[in-house]
């Protein structure tokens, strides 16, 4: 089981020219509207792997909320532990031709009341994976002490701090972070935070792939298969996801990286940020044809 407690987002993308400066006037070449947020497409990207996957985030009571969820049960994804009690946020992304993006996003109602929430059910229901985004620390740290059985991973996007990033390593079983927010947060000794936080680290770098720190001090690299680049909005989201499913079905960490590199490098091919991430099949068929 993977519980994805996180964002859920209606996205609103709208494809440009180029991304507009301070002042800039730019014409719209296409407005759609798809369904998106961290925790909800690392949710679906965890279903078409296979995955028992989960999404407990905070959506409203509305019409959109329901086709939001609707949506994500249509991948296979269980919503049953998804608060309606807020609102379905929304983000404007502005998209280039080149796959270039800028994201403008507002703060989801999810509570540190929800997150004990769900850390409890988690626990009472066996245990499993529990993914957090970095915008809940500091404070999810506490949240997740005595909670046996469960095993969390962190997207740090998010953290705002080092304090935040430091609180969620603290915590987490394996955290995913972008190389210069790492640099800018962590500091250059990665390996460092790795061991000292018995963490495993998995730094991106966009098309110049991935290294995992692990706690034991090993390093280990992979590199980022060539695409012709659409729409990368949700690649992360996909790769957090992919490498998540690997984990549950026994995967070591450098090999759930490999394969989670490579689903997040085809879902750049199509636009939005779900639509387009691919299923086991296609990741697997596209392993072997590089074997």
Same mark, same amino acid.
């Given at each position: 089981?993977?519980?994805?407690?996180?964002?859920?987002? &209606?996205? +609103?993308?709208?494809?440009?020219?180029?991304?507009?400066?301070?002042?800039?006037?730019?014409?719209?070449?296409?407005?759609?509207?798809?369904?998106?947020?961290?925790?909800?497409?690392?949710?679906?990207?965890?279903?078409?792997?296979?995955?028992?996957?989960?999404?407990?985030?905070?959506?409203?009571?509305?019409?959109?909320?329901?086709? #939001?969820?609707?949506?994500?049960?249509?991948?296979?994804?269980?919503?049953?532990?998804?608060?309606?009690?807020?609102? =379905?946020?929304?983000?404007?992304?502005?998209?280039?031709?080149?796959?270039?993006?800028?994201?403008?996003?507002?703060?989801?109602?999810?509570? @540190?009341?929800?997150?004990?929430?769900?850390?409890?059910?988690?626990?009472?229901? @066996? @245990?499993?994976?529990?993914?957090?985004?970095?915008?809940? #620390?500091?404070?999810?740290?506490?949240?997740?002490?005595?909670?046996?059985?469960?095993?969390?991973?962190?997207?740090?996007?998010?953290?705002?701090?080092?304090?935040?990033?430091?609180?969620?390593?603290?915590?987490?079983?394996?955290?995913?972070?972008?190389?210069?927010?790492?640099?800018?947060? +962590?500091?250059?000794? +990665?390996?460092?935070?790795?061991?000292?936080?018995?963490?495993?680290? =998995?730094?991106?770098?966009?098309?110049?792939?991935?290294?995992?720190?692990?706690?034991?001090?090993?390093?280990?690299?992979?590199?980022?298969?060539?695409?012709?680049?659409?729409?990368?909005?949700?690649?992360?989201?996909? #790769?957090?996801?992919?490498?998540?499913?690997?984990?549950?079905?026994?995967?070591?960490?450098?090999?759930?990286?490999? #394969?989670?590199?490579?689903?997040?490098?085809? &879902?750049?091919?199509?636009?939005?940020?779900?639509?387009?991430?691919?299923?086991?099949?296609?990741?697997?068929?596209?392993?072997?044809?590089?074997?």
């Amino acid at each position: 089981m993977i519980v994805f407690c996180g964002y859920g987002n &209606s996205d +609103l993308t709208v494809n440009v020219p180029a991304l507009p400066g301070a002042g800039d006037r730019v014409q719209a070449l296409g407005i759609e509207r798809h369904d998106g947020g961290m925790g909800a497409n690392a949710a679906a990207a965890a279903a078409r792997m296979g995955a028992d996957s989960r999404f407990a985030g905070v959506v409203g009571p509305d019409a959109l909320s329901t086709a #939001f969820l609707d949506g994500l049960g249509a991948e296979g994804v269980d919503v049953a532990w998804t608060s309606r009690g807020g609102r =379905l946020t929304t983000a404007v992304i502005l998209v280039t031709p080149d796959g270039e993006r800028s994201v403008i996003s507002e703060d989801d109602e999810l509570t @540190g009341r929800h997150v004990a929430e769900v850390v409890r059910r988690c626990a009472e229901a @066996g @245990g499993g994976w529990l993914y957090l985004d970095g915008y809940r #620390f500091p404070w999810a740290a506490a949240l997740l002490d005595g909670a046996t059985g469960v095993r969390t991973v962190v997207d740090l996007d998010g953290c705002e701090s080092a304090e935040a990033a430091r609180a969620a390593l603290s915590a987490a079983e394996h955290a995913i972070i972008g190389r210069a927010q790492a640099e800018r947060l +962590l500091g250059p000794d +990665l390996g460092a935070v790795a061991v000292s936080n018995g963490t495993h680290l =998995l730094v991106t770098d966009g098309a110049r792939g991935w290294r995992l720190h692990t706690p034991d001090g090993g390093t280990r690299d992979g590199a980022a298969i060539e695409v012709r680049v659409r729409d990368a909005t949700g690649a992360g989201d996909c #790769f957090v996801g992919c490498y998540l499913a690997e984990l549950d079905r026994g995967a070591e960490p450098a090999a759930a990286a490999a #394969f989670a590199s490579v689903a997040a490098g085809l &879902s750049c091919t199509g636009p939005g940020a779900r639509e387009s991430q691919p299923d086991r099949e296609a990741v697997t068929a596209y392993l072997a044809r590089g074997a």
